[in-house]
């Protein structure tokens, strides 16, 4: 089985970093991004499985990221991490089909378990589309 395919976009350099090592260290397969932009195009040249976004406060670009990310693979699983005042943002991004919402700190446990169940639901649903 291959590890599981995981694109983190993060607009802070050094929480990309930490987070994708401490991903990667646990086995997942681990790409980061710095912008719509290279999202794209890693989302073009390697899908991810899970795409794990960081919402900012006051930055709709962030729900625009989202946005693009879903118009171009409807299927992906997006979760969010919200930091102190985008709970709004949050919960925007799951009317716009995010497979759920964080706050942050995040505790690594938690998205762990949250990329698990994101990647199961995406291969659950790919299994019944194989049956049909």
């Known amino acids: 089985m291959q590890p599981i395919r995981v694109l983190t976009i993060t607009k802070n350099e050094d929480f990309s970093d930490i987070l994708t090592d401490r991903l990667r260290s646990w086995g997942f397969d681990a790409t980061a991004a710095d912008n719509s932009h290279e999202a794209l195009e890693t989302l073009l040249v390697r899908p991810p499985d899970v795409v794990v976004l960081n919402l900012r406060a ?7 990221t989202l946005r693009l990310l879903k118009s171009r693979n409807p299927d992906i699983a997006i ?7 985008a709970m709004a943002s949050g919960i925007r991004g799951l009317e716009l089909g995010a497979f759920d919402s964080l706050p942050q700190p995040v505790e ?13 639901r995406l291969v659950t649903a790919d299994d019944r589309s194989a049956a049909t």
Not at 79 to 85: E, N, P, V, Y
Not at 108 to 120: P, T, V
């Open 108 to 120: 690594l446990g938690e998205l762990i378990e949250k990329i698990h169940l994101a990647h199961q």
């Open 58 to 64: 006051d930055h709709d670009d962030d729900l625009e």
């Open 79 to 85: 979760i969010l991490l919200t930091c102190k005042g």
